[in-house]
């Protein structure tokens, strides 16, 4: 009897346990660069846990970077000047990326502020070590994903597809693009990918609305009212943020916010997966109206979309 009654409390810890670790869901982050500290540390290690291969750094107005062992991708986030890298030299501004080899060394004539992250994949030989997005006459405004408006500023630095630009590598894609209203959606645990803003111009207004329950909003037949006023949360965006949404985070970003949208690995095809369809659902079902309805992108309700 003492036996089965310790083999049964075992099992019971056992299944505590392991039902806590399933139920953890992901979380937004968000930190000021250059001015949390704490936030940023605590950014980076839950990214880091999540993406093994890859590390994140900040460096606040350094002119330079010193040799690593990895192949690293640097975001200038604030500043200017000429950039020499394996002996060839650029002029570098915010809105730029330098891909930077294993053991090699960047040096500015100027002070920068630059987000750096390290990648497990080489560089193909055919990608140029400057990126200048608003400058490179290979990169065009290419409207879709969260700016579909005709004019959209949306200019793509990495990607995953040729199709969609001139560089193509797999282990990190960014495009730079101006959010005014975008549709809600997620990317899957299973076969996504993490993402970040990297926030670089906002209006007054700007936001990200975020959600961390795609289980019950998918499954909005099973939802209670209650269970609705917590199902979305607004956040302010601001110059400096830096917003990291971890695969299964449902996002919409909207007011007018100039990002780096930052994809890792990159942006794999069909793993954005529109939630507008069910938001406008559970709206209609509760008649939720005024403070209490859900926000939601009208034009991409009438059905789950899938990018």
Not at 117 to 137: C, N, Y
Not at 175 to 195: A, L, N, Q, W
Not at 228 to 249: F, I, M, Q
């Given at each position: 009897?003492?036996?089965?009654?310790?083999?049964?409390?075992?099992?019971?810890?056992?299944?505590?346990?392991?039902?806590?670790?399933?139920?953890?869901?992901?979380?937004?982050?968000?930190?000021?660069?250059?001015?949390?500290?704490?936030?940023?540390?605590?950014?980076?290690?839950?990214?880091?846990?999540?993406?093994?291969?890859?590390?994140?750094?900040?460096?606040?107005?350094?002119?330079?970077?010193?040799?690593?062992?990895?192949?690293?991708?640097?975001?200038?986030?604030?500043?200017?000047?000429?950039?020499?890298?394996?002996?060839?030299?650029?002029?570098?501004?915010?809105?730029?990326?330098?891909?930077?080899?294993?053991?090699?060394?960047?040096?500015?004539?100027?002070?920068?502020?630059?987000?750096?992250?390290?990648v497990p994949e080489a560089f193909p030989?055919?990608?140029?070590?400057?990126?200048?997005?608003?400058?490179?006459?290979?990169?065009?405004?290419?409207?879709?994903?969260?700016?579909?408006?005709?004019?959209?500023?949306?200019?793509?630095?990495?990607?995953w597809l040729g199709r969609v630009g001139?560089?193509?590598?797999?282990?990190?894609?960014?495009?730079?693009?101006?959010?005014?209203?975008?549709?809600?959606?997620?990317?899957?645990?299973?076969?996504?990918?993490?993402?970040?803003?990297?926030?670089?111009?906002?209006?007054?207004?700007?936001?990200?609305?975020?959600?961390?329950?795609?289980?019950?909003?998918?499954?909005?037949?099973?939802?209670?009212?209650?269970?609705?006023?917590?199902?979305?949360?607004?956040?302010?965006?601001?110059?400096?943020?830096?917003?990291?949404?971890?695969?299964?985070?449902?996002?919409?970003?909207?007011?007018?916010?100039?990002?780096?949208?930052?994809?890792?690995?990159?942006?794999?095809?069909?793993?954005?997966?529109?939630?507008?369809?069910?938001?406008?659902?559970?709206?209609?079902?509760?008649?939720?109206?005024?403070?209490?309805?859900?926000?939601?992108?009208?034009?991409?309700?009438?059905?789950?979309?899938?990018?």
């Amino acid at each position: 009897m003492k036996y089965f009654f310790l083999v049964s409390l075992a099992f019971i810890f056992w299944f505590g346990n392991s039902y806590r670790k399933s139920d953890t869901k992901p979380q937004l982050q968000v930190t000021q660069l250059g001015k949390d500290a704490n936030g940023f540390k605590a950014l980076q290690k839950t990214f880091q846990a999540n993406n093994k291969g890859y590390q994140l750094h900040f460096f606040s107005q350094v002119n330079l970077l010193k040799p690593s062992q990895f192949n690293r991708i640097a975001f200038v986030q604030s500043g200017g000047g000429t950039a020499e890298l394996k002996g060839e030299i650029s002029k570098v501004s915010i809105g730029d990326i330098l891909l930077i080899p294993a053991n090699q060394t960047v040096k500015v004539d100027s002070l920068l502020d630059m987000l750096v992250f390290s990648v497990p994949e080489a560089f193909p030989e055919r990608l140029p070590l400057f990126i200048r997005p608003d400058w490179d006459k290979n990169i065009t405004d290419t409207p879709g994903g969260c700016a579909t408006e005709t004019g959209a500023y949306r200019r793509i630095l990495l990607t995953w597809l040729g199709r969609v630009g001139p560089y193509l590598y797999h282990s990190l894609n960014a495009h730079r693009v101006r959010i005014m209203d975008s549709f809600t959606h997620y990317h899957p645990k299973e076969g996504g990918f993490d993402e970040f803003y990297l926030v670089q111009m906002a209006m007054p207004g700007a936001k990200i609305i975020t959600g961390e329950s795609v289980d019950l909003v998918e499954n909005y037949e099973h939802l209670s009212k209650e269970q609705t006023k917590g199902l979305l949360t607004e956040t302010a965006l601001h110059v400096g943020d830096l917003v990291y949404l971890p695969r299964g985070v449902i996002h919409r970003g909207l007011g007018g916010a100039l990002v780096q949208v930052i994809t890792v690995p990159g942006f794999i095809p069909k793993s954005e997966i529109g939630v507008d369809y069910y938001l406008r659902k559970i709206n209609e079902r509760f008649d939720l109206k005024g403070n209490e309805a859900l926000p939601y992108n009208v034009e991409a309700s009438d059905s789950v979309i899938i990018k």
